[in-house]
């Protein structure tokens, strides 16, 4: 009997190494959503589709999200699904305009704080409990002209 041999039932599949879905690792968690708005009535069986990108062709996965700033203004955005890189933090933040301004955002103060990290007058400031008191005085001064004007 060969090596190759195979159960009742067995059925070989091939992989095919063009799809760029991998198994999902164990310190992995998966998220499953209901990516349409239309409910439905009874499951339809639909053929031909062989690839991922005849699944999202198909079905135009598609979800309403609500966002809410911090001034409890809220703001609705559809995130569209056209491929599996649209699920990444990068896909989704290049469709959402909310989500691009807090990225831009996040990345400004993360500049802010590599400076401040990198500056050597301040820390030596912040080293000096008086000067340390100056600098706050002064920057309290600037923060009530901002919001006077």
């Known amino acids: 009997m060969s090596s190759n041999s195979y159960g009742l039932g067995g059925t070989e599949v091939k992989t095919d190494a063009s799809e760029a879905i991998m198994e999902i690792g164990q310190n992995k968690t998966l998220l499953v959503q209901k990516l349409t708005n239309d ?14 990108d ?29 491929h599996v890189g649209d699920f990444g933090k990068k896909g989704i933040i290049n469709q959402s305009k909310y ?16 400076q401040l990290k990198s500056n050597k007058i301040l820390k030596t400031a912040l080293a000096d409990p008086d000067a340390k008191e100056a600098l706050l005085r002064s920057i ?10």
Do not use: C, H
């Not at 409910?39 to 991922?52: E, R, V």
């Not at 989500?99 to 590599?114: A, F, H, I, R």
């Open 140 to 149: 309290q001064s600037l923060l009530a002209e901002l919001q006077q004007g």
């Open 99 to 114: 989500l691009s301004d807090l990225d831009t955002e996040k990345d400004q103060y993360l500049k802010v704080v590599k």
């Open 39 to 52: 409910q439905a009535i009874k499951p339809k069986i639909i053929s031909g589709l062989t690839s991922i």
């Open 54 to 82: 005849d699944v999202f062709e198909n079905y135009k996965p598609a979800v309403e999200v609500d966002f809410e700033n911090s001034d409890g203004v809220e703001s609705k955005e559809e995130l569209k699904f056209k």
